[in-house]
C-alpha cells in the first residue's frame, strides 16, 4: 500500500492526508464546466494545464482524512442539479468534485491541492495518467491533445464503478468528510450560480 499523500491548500489553512493513492485513478478533464470552476476560483492557470485541462485523482472520500481547517471548505454548485464543487474560503484552492448523494461514493480530487507534498509526486502516489475526457472542449489552438489508450480508458472506468459499489455494499460511504451522512446534506452550504453568472464564466472559458 502506498503511503498516505499530503492535502494542502496554498495558505496552509486546510490540510489533510489522502490514504489507498494505489487505488486511486489519474485522469484529465478537458470539460467546460471544469473550466468554468477553475475561472471562478479567479486564478485558473493554478488549475488548467494549457489546453484547459483539470488534472483529477479518483478516489474515495473514505480515504481523505482532514488533519486540520476543514472548516474552511466552501462548496458550489454551477447550476441548480450540477455536481458539488469544493474549495477554500481562507485562499480559493480548488479541493475536487463530489456528487449531490452522499451515497455516490466518489471524490474527484484537483492537483492543485496534492502538489504540496515534497515527498511524493503524483505519479509515485497514485500512478500514471489513465483517462483523458471530454478531449472535445480542449483548447484545440495549443495542439494536439493526448489519448490514453481504449483499454486504459476502460479499466479506470471499471475500477471507478467498483469502488462506488463497494463503497455501497460494504457501508464505507458513511465515512466522508464532506457531507452529514444522517441527512445527507453538505457540511457547507452550498452556492448555486444565477444562469447570469455560469454565463459569464462560460464566456471566460471561450475567450481564453
Known sequence: MNPPHLLRCRCGTVSGLLSHGERANRCV?????CQAFAHFLGEPQRVLDPLGGSEVIATSPAWLRFTQGREALACMSLTEGGMLRWYTRCCRTAIG?????????????LHSCLQSDPTHTLAASFGPLRMQLNRQSARQTQGPVPSASALSTTWAMLRIAR??????IGGSYLHTPFFDVHSGTPLAQR??????????LQQRVGQS
Open 29 to 33: 478533464c478537458y470539460c467546460k464546466d
Open 97 to 109: 468534485n463530489t456528487p449531490r448523494n452522499h451515497k455516490f461514493s466518489y471524490i474527484g480530487l
Open 191 to 200: 452556492q448555486v450560480l444565477s444562469s447570469a453568472e455560469y454565463a459569464r
Open 163 to 168: 469502488m462506488v459499489a463497494g463503497a455501497r
